[in-house]
């Protein structure tokens, strides 16, 4: 069974760092390129960055280029979300999420449950 | 970005209703080359993140049941359920992956 577990949400200040993580088990985690989505609460889905396999194609929505780096570690399993210079915008819940099939195709088929990073002084 | 407009924005059912939300893409989302239509449809239940329900506008994702069903091309898409279960109360998002990838609003579906 697909298992995706997002940790290190929690209360910043705004201009602060924070550093997500997203361990995966239960499939062949080398061979699926992966997202960071996010929900602000009470509102709709927004995707945020996208890695491929190799991390040698990395996409980011215009909302977080250049303060949020999307990283992967194939030898661990896991997917991360550098994220910095935090706005009280950014306050949301956090979700990483498989890409559907072993080639891109931009529909999320398996989804964390997410992380709630609070952006507030 | 591709803007994707759904309505109604929330639809009350009884049980065994059918049940239809539409959703509206800013730009033509059918990728002429293949043929595809780069549309999906999620569920999403309270507490619990989106479960992918259809991509390509009419592919039903594995487990599904298949009183869930998706249509349209181009710029206009229909999510049905055929009969309405009482664990299908949920918000509903389309997604495009055309462009960068964009949700809907949501349809917050509840029963009445």
């Known amino acids: 069974e697909v298992h995706l577990v997002e940790s290190g949400g929690g209360l910043v200040q705004p201009g602060g760092s924070l550093r997500l993580s997203c361990a995966a088990s239960g499939f062949p985690f080398t061979t699926y390129s992966m997202n960071w989505l996010r929900q602000a609460p009470g509102r709709g889905l927004e995707w945020l960055s996208f890695i491929d396999t190799t991390s040698s194609t990395i996409y980011y929505a215009d909302s977080v280029k250049g303060r949020f780096t999307i990283s992967r570690d194939n030898g661990k399993n896991s997917l991360y979300l550098q994220m910095s210079r935090l706005r009280a915008e950014d306050t949301a819940v956090y979700y990483c999420?498989?890409?559907?099939?072993?080639?891109?195709?931009?529909?999320?088929?398996?989804w964390g449950q997410g992380t709630l990073v609070t952006v507030s002084s | 970005d591709i803007v994707m407009t759904q309505s109604p924005d929330s639809l009350a059912l009884s049980l065994g209703e059918r049940a239809t939300i539409n959703c509206k893409s800013s730009q033509s989302i059918l990728y002429n080359s293949n043929n595809k239509n780069y549309l999906g449809w999620y569920q999403q239940k309270p507490g619990q993140p989106p479960k992918l329900l259809i991509y390509?506008?009419?592919t039903r994702e594995s487990g599904v049941p298949d009183r869930f069903s998706g249509s349209g091309s181009g710029t206009d898409f229909t999510l049905t359920i055929s009969s309405l279960q009482a664990e299908d109360v949920a918000v509903y998002y389309c997604?495009?992956?055309?462009?960068?990838?964009?949700f809907g609003r949501g349809t917050k579906l509840e029963l009445k």
């Open positions: 390509w506008a009419s």
């Open positions: 999420a498989r890409d559907l099939g072993s080639t891109s195709t931009y529909f999320y088929d398996s």
């Open positions: 997604q495009q992956c055309f462009g960068t990838p964009t």
